[in-house]
């Protein structure tokens, strides 16, 4: 098993910036991906941004430009920079990690993030 911890959510004003960051612990092992989704109300859950062990990374087209996801392999760390933050970008935010070799998904337990405009 693998334990995720989020830190950093938060009140923002539109405009400010949050960092997040998700620890992770336990059998964590091998190539893998840490990534951010996030859930407003009433949506669906939807990815925000991903980073693998390698380096590569993608976002969702609506943070492009704000976000920047990174990691610390070393720490299992994987941080969440949001700037420019907008009232849509409220939300409660998961990390999630895919481990490749054992094809499975661990969760956070998720971080709110309010952006008040």
């Known amino acids: 098993q693998v334990q995720l911890v989020e830190f950093g959510g938060g009140l923002v004003q539109a405009g400010g910036s949050l960092r997040l960051s998700c620890a992770a612990s336990?059998?964590?092992?091998?190539?893998?991906?840490m990534g951010w989704y996030r859930q407003a109300p009433g949506k669906q859950r939807e990815l925000v941004a991903a980073?693998?062990?390698?380096?590569?990374?993608n976002y969702v087209d609506s943070v492009k430009g704000r976000f920047t996801i990174s990691r610390d392999n070393a720490k299992n760390t994987v941080y969440l920079l949001m700037n420019s933050l907008k009232p849509e970008d409220t939300a409660v935010y998961y990390c999630?990690?895919?481990?490749?070799?054992?094809?499975?998904?661990?969760w956070g337990k998720g971080t709110l993030v309010t952006v008040s405009s």
């Open positions: 336990g059998n964590f092992f091998g190539p893998n991906a």
């Open positions: 999630k990690v895919t481990q490749y070799l054992d094809a499975k998904d661990y």
């Open positions: 980073i693998t062990s390698g380096g590569s990374t």
